[in-house]
């Protein structure tokens, strides 16, 4: 079989261990060098695709590669820039193919969420009807854990394992203070339209915290909210709160949209755990704390899921061989095959089948009160947030790798405008 | 020489290793029998002397209490209680004495910051007027580390570490999105005061981060803030900023009151992040993500600092040790001896000297510019944040201890009323 170079991007919000994957990636494809020839990556994602800002790895030592391994965030350089439908843009599409074509690219890995499972598809179908067929393997990631078929998603394991200690050590703290001072502590997640992240919080209260989550997949009703945070408080003498940035209203107004304006009467952007904060103290007295966690919790490579590591790896290798045993089209997926003790297998799903699904949270895994997680819902993430793989530390810090990120010479004349 | 009880009591904001300085004082206790009965510990704090609600700390087991140094929170409880002055209510300073006889405690262990200085001090003055002298001891602790005299606190350097290593994570996270989406990226940082762990943040600069440091010691200058932002953008394609919630206009408002009021006229009390962020946006049209840290930051016992652990243990077993050499109205301080190799021993102080003196950071250690930090502040703090000292972990949680938290019969009539 003859030797093709290989497309590597990453695309959309970056994880803890997205770099994992192109570690995967990379270091499976030096294993094969009369098959793989380079694995190019695109700069910012498949925009360097577009404008043919391709990073040879080649050019990457081996040590530096291995370190993508414990290394968080887009080691290339991410986008959110979603390609059009095909009858929309389908100039960008054709681009792609060229790019490939003049590059010697026989293999598309991309490493992203939905919109990025779409775009791969689309390529594979239209490299073939332009007749410059192109394997194309899409690599899941998505802290979001909304891709369907597989079990879950690289990246989610490691911001819920994030969520799951970070809650645990606020509550341990806000306990000690609650007698004189602090009585709830609100923490913010991420999670617009599932609540997956939030509901990792919820793992806590195995450890007798009382705790409240909040859920994109439930309207908030103020009245039985605040009824919960006052039984709580009257028990234990404080309360945890975990509320998914997508929390809203019934009327679909999310909690942290409150018509606030600052002095100079311009809409403020504020945060929902500010909001539930307030609205507690203001109704029912109790002297509060609250954080956001935000790109810390997707960033925090130092309390990544040993889980989430090796999976993610594993995502990253499978789809190098499942190009190499001739697939396209496809994805590679995590398959549980035992809870406890846990076990998990690599399978494969078509990327017709993925693209375009979102994949909610079960109504099962919400306890009755819309306010917690159900056995089931524990049983399903406890091994996901299983074990721990720290990165190697100088002077303190973690030595996360920066690469060369070298850019190959362009072969196509003239520039694509985006 | 007699047997006496001693009393042990959490103060303040508590941290990600004051029980680490717990663990010390009772594992040193329990090496002295013939001298140091039991170990009473008062529940939440100074409050648990004053009602009589002593913990007997005798009922845990050895291995609860070595499960304290890697716990984080206050075991016991902390209360944020300030004791008048001797004049203003002499009945609580001599109630505590009445306590202490009735409970024959002749040490006094106090663990706090610079108010729980001050009491200290003033109870080992009181007990000699009131003829039942009690050797009291401080031990140092606080995040902020403000405290004089000893090199720095106990409970600093792991939120320290902290910091540094979310600011550096997140950095690497914003620097692969800037292309297209993010380019500003703000973290808020606890201290009031004092700028010690804003100053963490700008370890990340090492890195090839382009970091903005707001320090409360800097009055905040919008023009000059948001020209650097610009800078910085314009140079790296994204920047990070991290604010001290003790960052400040001229006129001494905080940064996070901007007079901000919600659909009701509320007051929104928000934080100085998203205040920042807004600024940025409306300004230079910066796409920005923010993230306040809060509790996480003074409870990450997941990511403490090995030095950090250790001179909160050596502190804790230090001040044992004073006690039983016959020392008074003393604290055990961190003396640095060398910077690079690090070496520290521990010293003592007297709490004449360290009660009521807030120690800010040197003006030598901000960059001229008021931004930054220098190289003097990096060879401070570096030391501060070294080695890991990771507790174990359970179904993917770490294993914190809960202590059984008994408490002694009482002996003395009535209750007192705070």
Same mark, same amino acid.
């Given at each position: ?79 959110? =820039? ?49 007749? =410059? ?8 990631? @998505? ?23 970070? @809650? ?11 007698? @004189? ?238």
């Amino acid at each position: 079989m003859s030797q093709k170079n290989a497309f590597y991007a990453q695309s959309g919000g970056v994880t803890a261990v997205i770099n994992a994957s192109a570690c995967g990636v990379i270091q499976t494809a030096r294993q094969y060098p009369e098959r793989i020839g380079t694995v190019l990556a695109g700069r910012n994602g498949i925009i360097g695709a577009l404008t043919e800002d391709l990073i040879d790895t080649g050019l990457e030592s081996d040590a530096a590669i291995a370190a993508l391994r414990y290394t968080p965030s887009g080691a290339f350089g991410s986008c959110r =820039y979603k390609l059009k439908s095909l009858e929309a843009n389908r100039r960008e599409y054709e681009r792609l193919i060229e790019v490939f074509k003049a590059h010697d690219i026989g293999y598309f890995f991309y490493n992203g969420g939905g919109d990025s499972a779409d775009t791969c598809y689309k390529v594979s179908q239209l490299s073939e009807t332009m007749g =410059y067929p192109v394997q194309a393997i899409h690599v899941p990631k @998505t802290v979001d854990n909304d891709l369907p078929i597989t079990d879950n998603c690289p990246g989610f394991g490691s911001v819920a394992k994030y969520i799951a200690v970070s @809650t645990l050590e606020a509550s341990y703290d806000v306990r000690s203070m609650a007698k @004189t001072s602090t009585k709830i502590f609100v923490i913010e997640v991420m999670g617009r339209h599932a609540g997956w992240i939030a509901a990792a919080g919820g793992l806590v209260a195995d450890h007798d915290i009382p705790v409240v989550i909040l859920f994109p997949e439930v309207e908030f009703d103020q009245e039985r909210f605040l009824a919960k945070v006052k039984a709580n408080v009257e028990q234990y003498d404080f309360c945890t709160v975990v509320v998914s940035e997508g929390a809203h209203w019934p009327d679909g107004r999310f909690l942290a949209e409150q018509g606030t304006r600052d002095a100079f009467g311009h809409a403020q952007l504020g945060g929902a755990a500010p909001v539930v904060a307030n609205m507690i103290k203001e109704s029912l007295g109790y002297k509060f704390h609250w954080a956001v966690a935000d790109y810390l919790q997707r960033a925090a490579r130092h309390l990544a899921s040993k889980t989430d590591v090796e999976q993610a790896y594993a995502m990253g290798k499978a789809a190098v061989e499942f190009a190499l045993a001739g697939h396209n089209s496809v994805m590679p997926a995590v398959v549980r095959t035992s809870s406890s003790p846990y076990a998990w297998e690599v399978g494969m799903a078509p990327l017709s089948q993925v693209a375009n699904v979102e994949k909610f949270m079960p109504r099962g895994f919400i306890s009755e009160d819309g306010f917690g997680i159900t056995p089931a819902c524990r049983e399903y993430l406890i091994p996901l947030i299983q074990g721990e793989d720290y990165p190697p530390y100088q002077d303190g810090l973690p030595a996360y790798v920066r690469l060369l990120n070298q850019s190959v010479a362009k072969k196509l004349p003239g520039s694509f405008v985006l």
